[in-house]
């Protein structure tokens, strides 16, 4: 598909018009037009304004900063900013195009998140909405096993978007799952909604790096996961179907005998990244 005068690869897979096609099939192409409307929308020559606008987003969703968990050294990520933009293009007085960093829109070029930031995105969509911050505890009791109440624990952090948008996000990831780039990841009975990811390796060595990020069951969910596989490939390949069999197992305490040659396989792989020379 041409953006401007360049061409943006895709994948062999049908045409996507709209969001849940999309993201069913991974569409370069969609993520690259739309997110050069978003970052267009104040004029073609003023993509500054639009990419401000499109962080304040990223800000809701918990991107960029730090959550809170009670990890010390938790990282914040990184977006980048037009600041930044106008700093890396001074040479032409900062007058960027959208085009030169239409690789944000597909979640590469300059923009780091990290695994807890995509397993609370997938919580954030699961939730149609909203996020708790993430904590490595349940609950905490005093000495007569009263739960305390920790006001911090139940703080409710809203994204500001109406639960409706969230509707063709969620059947996109279904259909990742059913008929996908993530059909390793498919469980009867426990529809898992999803997104596939393929980090590139511009190390030189060893294969791209496969992410996965779930969650599950589409209605009432009750588990949200984020697996990156370094070195592994698609994110269908490896990412995928481990993150499906945690949430079997999670869900059910089992994984079925039809999908234990799943985890064998698995088990079995050699997933230790290749040392470097």
């Not at 739309?34 to 104040?42: A, H, M, P, Q, S």
């Not at 294969?207 to 698609?234: Q, R």
């Amino acid at each position: 598909m041409f953006n401007g005068q360049r061409l943006t690869g895709c994948h062999s897979h049908p045409g996507c018009h709209n969001v849940e096609a999309s993201i069913q099939y991974s569409c370069n192409a969609y993520y690259v037009t739309v997110f050069r409307e978003l970052i267009d929308r104040y004029g073609y020559t003023n993509p500054h304004k639009g990419l401000d606008v499109l962080n304040t987003y990223l800000d809701r969703f918990g991107l960029g900063s730090a959550l809170g968990v009670d990890v010390p050294g938790e990282r914040n990520g990184y977006y980048p900013t037009s600041k930044y933009y106008n700093e890396i293009y001074k040479r032409e007085q900062g007058r960027w195009k959208s085009i030169w960093v239409r690789s944000l829109g597909i979640g590469q070029g300059e923009l780091l998140v990290t695994n807890l930031q995509l397993a609370n995105l997938a919580a954030i969509i699961a939730n149609r909405g909203y996020y708790y911050t993430p904590h490595l505890v349940k609950e905490l009791r005093d000495l007569h096993g009263n739960v305390e109440r920790i006001a911090e624990f139940k703080e409710k952090h809203e994204v500001g978007i109406e639960n409706r948008y969230f509707t063709p996000v969620v059947d996109g990831m279904e259909k990742v799952v059913i008929s996908g780039t993530a059909r390793s990841a498919f469980i009867p009975g426990i529809p898992i909604c999803g997104k596939t990811g393929t980090a590139e390796n511009n190390q030189g060595s060893g294969k791209d790096h496969s992410v996965f990020f779930a969650f599950a069951p589409k209605d009432n969910p009750k588990i949200a996961i984020a697996v990156y596989v370094e070195n592994s490939g698609w994110g269908g390949s490896y990412a995928a179907p481990i993150a499906s069999l945690m949430i079997e197992k999670y869900l059910t305490g089992t994984i079925r005998k039809e999908r234990e040659f799943l985890q064998k396989r698995m088990l079995d792989a050699n997933l230790i990244p290749a040392s470097k020379p």
